[in-house]
């Protein structure tokens, strides 16, 4: 007998519509030109690097799956880095269609507590980085 299909649950549906909405949410941005005009934006006039974003007292699990329902939906942009790695996950996965330099850069200044990393399919990157960032990380048992 075929299996029924459930819908989705609330929490995911919330996280779909924070990924479509991202620009919005978390910028005020109701259109690309807006958001190009942040992004182009020089350190001094405020560009997004300045904006925190609403995610900071999320748990580690939310934060982690809210990081794979953007992943999924659009890929993180550099703009979604920077409010998504923050220093209460415990689990993170280095994203392929993402930069992996500024990925690394934010985990190992931002997550100490990080208990759980992935890294998979990142063949480019040179050994010796690895010595030098696993010392980051005191808690990585995976």
């Not at 269609?97 to 399919?121: M, P, V, W």
């Amino acid at each position: 007998m075929p299996v029924k299909p459930s819908p989705p649950s609330l929490k995911r549906l919330c996280m779909e519509t924070i990924s479509s909405q991202y620009q919005l949410i978390c910028y005020g941005c109701t259109s690309r030109t807006q958001m190009n005009q942040l992004l182009n934006a020089d350190e001094d006039e405020g560009g997004y690097l300045d904006i925190p974003g609403p995610f900071t007292d999320l748990p580690s699990s939310l934060l982690e799956e809210l990081v794979q329902v953007i992943y999924d939906h659009k890929g993180l942009p550099n703009e979604t880095l920077h409010q998504l790695i923050l220093p209460q996950l415990e689990s993170y996965k280095i994203q392929m269609r993402s930069s992996r330099h500024i990925q690394t850069n934010l985990i190992g200044q931002r997550c100490e507590k990080l208990k759980s990393l992935d890294f998979a399919y990142s063949k480019s990157i040179q050994p010796m980085f690895y010595t030098k960032f696993f010392r980051n990380f005191p808690n990585l048992v995976r």
